[in-house]
């Protein structure tokens, strides 16, 4: 045997199944398979013609791409494709994008049909991961049922709208003569305001009003919108938190497109996850919000089912702890009256990237107005202890480090928490980056919308100092991926000696680190990880195979960390043990590892070394 066959063997010979099987298999393998180099130009061979065969990656990366151009899976070194149709016999449809040019090993069907009768094992392994795509696709087409449709696919008419001179009857027939129960008011193609069915029965014929007056008079002003591109249940999580029927739907530059309707949204899904958040935002009392908490695991453990992507379940979670954390507030106002000035509640971390799990704790603060009087300060003390102490009592842990709002120096002005921030960016001490990490992952949850503004306004313009991304590339780096010499996991123990690698810690908090200081280069409101780097895309910073890495990452490792605690593995919050995997999944963990360290090497050159 040559020895370019002698490494090919080689490589045949570590991956699964072969690694399970005689040495006599990967041999056949080998002395029956074709090499092929596919590049961009050379692409479109692949998959075509009548032949069929199983294919492994041996270097380079691949997209699959589906026949509506969405991306199936991409493809690295290890990673099989074609054996559906071998399986099957059925037409392949799907084709192949070259993201990175790369040897590909061919199997001929004939040989593939010999090895899966000649060796049960690796028939198995192949069947079963051709069930595990097409449950993949079953609970991606579930998902989309309601949760992961886009707004806009859902609208059956375009704006219906009305300018804000014009009279309340002419809105009234606008709305008649196009079968809607609302209309949009607008001015210069931007939205103004929005009058419904229901304003003109209480604001204009219960009270007598002139039906001559202008529609302006009895709109809603500046109303809660949804973008086109968001989901099904960020709509609905919208108009359940401000208790609203009616959500104008905008394009990117803010061009209203149509109307939603909460009847439209209802229609479409008969969810827990979201009847729960209902019942959240609507609960009489803290005892109440207590019994509803308790269903959240059950819930998730449930729901966790019917998703293929399970980011969404961070979305979730996140979206939970923001409906127990509004109706807190409301219920802390009702028994203490007003507060004493304007106020925002905001939370940072996990929750503010739409990111939390079972295992996540709070981060949260208060933002008051700077004209707040000393005497006044203790309104905002007792409403940050009341919200995090009952949090805790719904199962959301105390954060460790005193990030919480009844914690003194997570309360303050719009000046307060400016000033704290800008000693961080100028003084980048350890302690300093630590908390950049934690508090520039920001969201307004409820209060006054319009001071969480201008807290950002502020943080805009000082977050400019080269010296604090120099800082922050510095600290990523300081993080290590657990893989050592010759691929191997690098394993931590527990105390009844349990094996474990830590997902978090040493995996997505670093991506995380990484597309932050990456969104904050290139002023990116989002906070979410996933959202942040698809704001990416629109920049040179980093390439789209760069970004398209740090996607696919995330995804692997959230769906690994979820689904371990989820099914409770008895290890520390987190952490799964690597051998419990299949040699599929552990290869693909390998290969996380290693391009989440090529990141943070690439970082630091950009950051560090002052090469931007």
């Not at 002395?31 to 130009?41: C, I, K, M």
């Not at 359940?240 to 905008?250: A, G, Q, Y």
């Amino acid at each position: 045997m040559t020895a370019e066959l002698q490494d090919v063997l080689s490589f045949v010979s570590k991956q699964s199944p072969f690694n399970e099987l005689p040495s006599a298999c990967a041999h056949y393998f080998v002395n029956h398979a074709e090499v092929v180099y596919l590049t961009v130009h050379n692409q479109g061979d692949a998959l075509q013609g009548e032949e069929r065969y199983l294919y492994l990656v041996r270097t380079g990366i691949f997209d699959l791409v589906d026949v509506s151009g969405e991306v199936v899976t991409r493809l690295s070194t290890g990673d099989y494709f074609g054996y559906p149709s071998l399986l099957t016999g059925e037409e392949i449809q799907n084709q192949l994008e070259v993201q990175s040019p790369g040897l590909i090993l061919m199997l001929p069907q004939a040989s593939f049909d010999y090895l899966r009768h000649e060796y049960k094992v690796l028939e198995q392994h192949f069947v079963r991961a051709h069930k595990k795509r097409l449950l993949s696709s079953h609970y991606k087409e579930r998902s989309k049922g309601w949760s992961e449709r886009k707004i806009s696919k859902l609208m059956a008419k375009s704006a219906v709208v009305i300018e804000p001179q014009a009279t309340i009857v002419e809105a009234a027939k606008v709305m008649q003569s196009e079968g809607v129960s609302s209309v949009m008011v607008t001015e210069d193609g931007c939205l103004k305001g929005v009058v419904t069915d229901r304003d003109l029965r209480n604001r204009v014929l219960a009270s007598g009003l002139d039906p001559l007056m202008p529609v302006s008079s009895i709109m809603t002003p500046e109303p809660k919108f949804i973008f086109e591109n968001n989901r099904v249940f960020s709509a609905l999580h919208l108009m359940l938190k401000h208790n609203i029927h009616h959500l104008p739907v905008l394009n990117e530059a803010r061009v209203p497109l149509g109307m939603v309707t909460s009847t439209d949204l209802l229609r479409l899904q008969n969810s827990d996850p979201v009847q729960l958040i209902g019942q959240l935002y609507k609960a009489s009392s803290t005892q109440e919000l207590k019994l509803l908490a308790k269903e959240i695991p059950v819930l998730l453990r449930s729901f966790s089912n019917t998703v293929e992507d399970f980011s969404f379940v961070g979305t979730l979670l996140s979206g939970l702890t923001d409906a127990l954390m509004s109706r807190l507030t409301e219920l802390f106002v009702k028994q203490h009256g007003k507060a004493p000035c304007s106020f925002s509640w905001i939370c940072f971390g996990s929750q503010a990237r739409e990111e939390q799990t079972l295992d996540s704790d709070q981060d949260n603060g208060l933002i008051f107005s700077n004209d707040i009087k000393p005497a006044e300060r203790d309104y905002f003390a007792s409403l940050g202890e009341f919200v995090t102490s009952h949090l805790t009592e719904c199962g959301i842990r105390a954060c460790p480090g005193n990030i919480m709002a009844s914690n003194e120096q997570c309360r303050g002005t719009v000046d307060e928490w400016t000033a704290r921030f800008h000693h961080w960016i100028t003084s980048p001490t350890p302690q300093a980056m630590l908390n950049c990490k934690i508090f520039f992952d920001r969201r307004y949850i409820c209060g006054d919308h319009a001071l969480y503004q201008s807290f950002n306004a502020q943080m805009t313009e000082i977050s400019t100092q080269e010296l604090f991304f120099a800082a922050m590339a510095t600290d990523i780096s300081t993080n290590s991926v657990p893989i050592g010499l010759f691929q191997q996991f690098k394993l931590q123990r527990s105390k009844d000696k349990s094996k474990y690698v830590d997902l978090k810690t040493r995996g997505i908090a670093i991506i995380n680190d990484l597309v932050r200081v990456y969104a904050l280069k290139c002023g990116i409101k989002h906070a979410n990880t996933q959202a942040r780097l698809k704001a990416l895309k629109s920049h040179t910073i980093l390439s789209t195979s760069d970004i398209y890495n740090l996607r696919d990452c995330w995804r692997f490792l959230t769906q690994l960390r979820l689904k371990s605690q989820i099914t409770e593995q008895q290890l520390p919050a987190n952490c799964i043990n690597p051998e419990m995997l299949s040699s599929l999944e552990r290869h693909q963990l390998k290969e996380a590892f290693h391009l989440i360290k090529q990141a943070q090497q690439a970082c630091v050159f950009k950051f560090a070394r002052g090469s931007l």
